[in-house]
């Protein structure tokens, strides 16, 4: 789905509209700027249009309806059955035996999935609907439908009604008790609040706060190694969760891995914004943040220059900077001598799920929203994130909390996922349209930041990219844009690990390996499709791939860095003190 609008597409204005659609585009804008409601008259409306479309539809719904009745008479007289519907082995709503075992829970089963997989067909086959709103309507409707699933519901649950059994009745009055506990923290929680301490039991790793300022701070790592590559890494992390995902318990701890491995690591601690700082920009973060995070790290250091690498949206503010600094530096005083990104999108054009949220409409509410306050509150954005998988992320912790009674566990991934932070309203609103709406960081010269033109096609330092087979967020092959848009001298090195946006970079390894990864080094012309076809898959973490081409450019062992220095001396210890702010 591209946001881009077409060449030759005029968008209908008021006096184009029908009354109909005029009165739905009003309704839209007024009180349903997400279209949750407006995108389903929409779907409805499109089918009535188009006449011989709708009656094949009809035709398909009807063989659904006489295939579920002869299920259901087969299996009512005992008789075996094929499934109507084959469930994705991914879902896990239905993944109990009884489901399948029982004739009336496989009945219930068949009728349920048969009949929503029937309406999302309809929803994402509407005829007359562009691609962006045929997905909108689909996404609604999945997420009222896997709201009415009947495992959210006690008495269509066998293993709530089971487990109530089992328990004489303690398991609904636990869930209960989870119930009145969510009410009161107005959120369906994964984890409890109190599961780990940061500091403690999470951020562990030895190290200082070197420098500060109203966004940044910027914490260096004491070595474990008498030796460190001449060259530091410099890790610009994403400021719309903590950074500690990098560093949550010692065996999980990206930054503690590297500087095992001998390198001198320092990682950015972004500021929790307040309403103070609604008109901090994006360039701001750029001048403020990683420009000013290299500068301290090559002076620190005494060198020309370092390793970068950022991690999501601050991987897109990494390929910000070094199109900016091939503006702002002479080519011998480039301070970045090659760079690593995480997951990150260049070329937001085709953005994945999170794009039905990404429309005029839509940012025009968000834009209401955060003007109330000055930021986005992560909690709101962490809403819409779970919604893109509500089944694991929304309904599965309804179920297991409330209609089965169990405690939350102790996930550390989980944890640092609800400490939320916040977005400041000028930041936020120029990312989302500037780089989702409209796609112009990819545009040569389109954007001017920090006082520069940027033209990402200027960077030609070697590129070490990593993304996750399984993101939503940022999808692989979308990330994989940025070997077509930077110089096509430049060499990159691409992997494309299993799992999604976290566990697909947080992938310690281990022994036997959990995971695999593809990797390849694909030229300028290659398309991520040829790309992956030539890829070697190898098992096990893509960790030691990294630091093995790392330590081929990063220079010769020295002397282990001091963790602090007369220029630069301990503001704090690590963590610091911006990620203990809520």
């Known amino acids: 789905m591209s946001n881009q609008t077409k060449p030759g597409h005029v968008e209908p204005t008021s006096s184009h509209l029908t009354p109909l659609n005029a009165a739905i585009q009003t309704f839209s804008q007024s009180i349903d700027p997400y279209s949750i409601w407006t995108s389903q008259i929409q779907a409805q409306i499109a089918w009535w249009q188009y006449p011989q479309a709708c009656w094949r539809a009809a035709d398909e719904f009807a063989a659904d309806m006489v295939a579920l009745s002869g299920h259901t008479l087969r299996r009512s007289l005992g008789l ?17 035996p009884i489901w399948t075992e029982s004739a009336a829970w496989d009945i219930l089963k068949e009728w349920y999935l048969t009949l929503s997989s029937r309406m999302q067909k309809l929803s994402l086959e509407a005829p007359g609907l562009s691609e962006h709103e045929r997905h909108r309507a689909a996404f ?19 293993q709530a009604m089971a487990q109530y059994a089992k328990t004489d009745g303690e398991s609904v009055r636990q869930g209960l008790k989870n119930f009145a506990r969510d009410v009161e923290a107005n959120n369906i929680q994964m984890v409890e609040p109190d599961a780990f301490t940061v500091g403690k039991d999470l951020a562990t790793t030895l190290g ?24 530091p890494i410099l890790i610009v992390t994403p400021w719309i969760n903590k950074f500690y995902i990098l560093d949550l318990t010692e065996k999980k701890s990206l930054v503690k891995y590297l500087t095992d491995q001998g390198f001198s690591v320092f990682i950015s601690s972004w500021k929790n914004p307040t309403p103070e700082m609604q008109d901090v920009r994006f360039d701001d973060y750029l001048q403020e943040g990683v420009s000013e995070l290299v500068r301290v790290t090559t002076e620190f250091c005494k060198v020309p220059q370092i390793h970068l690498v950022g991690y999501c949206i601050g991987g897109t503010l990494v390929a910000t900077y070094m199109a ?25 054009s085709q953005p994945g799920e999170i794009g039905v949220f990404i ?40 179920v297991q909390s409330y209609l089965l009674g169990e405690k939350l566990p102790p996930f550390d991934v989980l944890f640092w996922n609800v400490d939320a932070t916040r977005m400041p309203q000028a930041m936020h609103s120029y990312y989302l349209r500037q780089m989702y709406l409209h796609n112009r960081l990819v545009q040569p010269d389109a954007l001017t930041i920090g006082g520069e033109s940027i033209d990402l096609s200027r960077i030609q330092q070697s590129l070490y990219a990593v993304t996750a087979e399984e993101d939503h967020i940022a999808p692989w092959s979308s990330c994989y844009q940025i070997r077509k848009v930077i110089h096509p001298d430049a060499a990159v090195r691409f992997v494309r690990s299993t799992s999604g946006h976290i566990l697909g970079i947080v992938n310690p ?14 030229t300028h012309t290659q398309d991520a499709e040829h790309w992956l076809a030539g890829a070697d898959k190898k098992p096990g973490s893509w960790w030691d ?13 020295v002397p282990a860095y001091a963790t602090t220095n007369r220029k630069f001396p301990a503001l704090a210890d690590a963590p610091g003190s911006y990620v203990m702010e809520k």
């Not at 791939?545 to 062992?557: A, H, M, N, P, Y």
Request: proline share 7%.
């Open 359 to 398: 429309d005029e409409a839509c940012l025009d509410g968000l834009d209401e929203l955060m003007a109330k306050k000055g930021y986005l509150d992560g909690n709101e954005m962490a809403a819409s994130f779970r919604l893109l998988r509500s089944n694991s992320l929304i309904w599965n912790y309804w």
């Open 545 to 557: 791939d990294w630091t093995t081409w790392l330590s081929q450019r990063t220079g010769e062992k």
């Open 80 to 96: 075996p059955a094929d499934e109507v519907y084959v469930p994705n082995p991914a879902d896990a709503r239905f993944a109990d």
């Open 509 to 522: 390894p281990v022994q036997p390996p959990k995971r695999a990864y593809w990797v390849a080094e694909p």
């Open 140 to 158: 609604w409707q999945r997420n009222t439908l896997n709201m009415l699933s009947p495992t959210n519901f006690f008495w269509l649950n066998p």
């Open 208 to 231: 200082k706060v070197i420098f500060r300022n109203r966004l940044v701070e910027l914490i260096h790592y004491a070595p474990t190694t008498d030796q460190v590559r001449q060259m």
């Open 324 to 348: 900016w600094a091939h503006k702002r530096f002479a080519a011998a005083k480039m301070p970045v001598a090659h760079w690593t990104l995480f997951t990150s999108l260049t070329d937001f």
